[in-house]
């Protein structure tokens, strides 16, 4: 019942947002000394608040149309280079630069658009020739494309390795650690030479028995299949994707917002406050990160299930019993794929010692490729975005990459 639910109360609230609009472009055209007056203010920022209170499926633009590198500003060109109907591999191409390293970043379908690493993408592209997996909207997708689990993303992250080829390296933020960890080992099995030089794996759930917060406890605390007769719904008959069955965007976004609606709402107070004020910076800057957070993308049932079930409920990967394809995955053969592990001392999403617990499993590797980072005073966001990325996280995946590259050419 969650789409018809979703479907009724949008329509429903419709006509009220509708009007808050015509009130806000209303209250824009009037003359300045109206304009000014505090009520007028007041009564304007709460109707575009009003306005814009509601979640979306479109989405947003990767907006990188050029990075800035040593002073100069360097043309950024987002080009497809692999389409299936679940993902298309983006190449953010910058021409006229050479000899950059080649990167695949990989995110998580949990709700959001790729588009929420647009500050994870414009950091690394000074330093590396970026690709990133975008995920397309499973309410988009035909039924007859057929189905889309763990055994699938897998697939496509090694189709995207392949591509890259021989010395590349690979990112994974949050959910995907655990599948991209699991596509080095199945290519390692295979002696494939598109093994990455090396991984990084940034806040990503590789044993979620270590230091288990509150989401691993709500995870564990019902039975698969209660998740998936009261959280799966049929995509409506008006969408492309109609009679696919999805765990909704808007349910995830539903749930990210209940754990910190104290820090939701007292957002919402600032960006009041900073419109009323004429504080035009401070209300872009909320308004930027509400609009990318409130672009929502259904997530494949299959996908929804199989992720609870393997990596949440039964640990599959850690326990040594995670199989691809019919294939047992085995960690230990990873042996030429340096790995770095990334956490926020503050994350209560994937709490800390949850990612670092893949240098125990892959035991193949020596002691000096195995490096892990802990830092202090970001959580789950701050580990992919914002100053600390930025400033204190992205030196050290640089430093890393740079290492190992230069490490293999001297082999």
């Not at 021409?95 to 695949?104: A, I, K, Q």
Request: hydrophobic share 40%; proline share 7%; with cysteine.
């Amino acid at each position: 019942m969650l789409y018809p639910v979703y479907e009724w109360h949008r329509r429903l609230t419709e006509p009220a947002r509708m009007s808050s609009e015509l009130l806000r472009r209303g209250l824009s055209g009037l003359p300045a000394p109206v304009a000014e007056l505090a009520g007028t203010r007041s009564l304007k920022a709460v109707s575009e608040i009003l306005a814009r209170s509601r979640p979306t499926h479109v989405r947003p633009d990767w907006a990188i149309e050029s990075i800035t590198v040593a002073g100069e500003a360097v043309e950024v060109d987002v080009r497809p280079v692999l389409t299936t109907p679940f993902a298309t591999l983006l190449h953010f191409a910058t021409p006229g630069m050479t000899g950059r390293t080649p990167t695949l970043l990989v995110g998580p379908i949990s709700g959001h658009f790729a588009t929420l690493l647009r500050p994870t993408v414009r950091t690394l592209l000074a330093d590396h020739d970026v690709y990133v997996l975008d995920w397309h909207n499973a309410r988009d997708i035909p039924v007859d494309e057929g189905r889309f689990g763990l055994d699938e993303y897998i697939d496509h992250v090694l189709a995207a390795m392949r591509h890259l080829g021989p010395g590349h390296h690979a990112l994974a933020v949050c959910q995907p650690a655990p599948l991209v960890l699991a596509a080095v080992a199945v290519l390692a099995r295979a002696e494939d030479p598109a093994q990455p030089r090396s991984l990084t794996l940034m806040a990503g759930p590789i044993d979620t028995r270590v230091n288990p917060n509150k989401i691993n406890e709500i995870a564990e605390r019902r039975p698969l299949s209660f998740y998936e007769r009261f959280l799966v719904s049929r995509v409506p008959r008006r969408y492309a994707g109609a009679g696919r069955r999805v765990y909704p965007g808007l349910a995830q976004l539903t749930a990210f917002m209940s754990m910190n609606t104290r820090r939701h709402l007292s957002s919402h107070v600032q960006l009041y406050r900073a419109l009323v004020a004429g504080d035009g910076a401070t209300a872009a800057r909320i308004r930027g990160f509400y609009d990318e957070y409130g672009a929502v993308m259904d997530v494949p049932a299959e996908f929804y299930l199989e992720t609870l079930q393997h990596v949440f409920m039964e640990h599959a990967l850690p326990r040594g019993e995670f199989v691809w394809r019919g294939q047992q995955v085995d960690l230990s053969l990873i042996r030429r794929t340096a790995l770095l592990t990334v956490e926020g001392a503050d994350d209560d999403l994937c709490s800390p010692g949850q990612t670092e617990a893949a240098h125990g499993l892959c035991t193949g590797l020596p002691t000096r490729d195995h490096h892990h980072h802990l830092q202090p005073g970001v959580g789950h966001y701050g580990v992919f975005a914002g100053s600390r990325w930025n400033e204190e996280i992205y030196p050290v995946i640089r430093d890393f990459v740079a290492a190992r590259s230069a490490a293999r050419t001297a082999s």
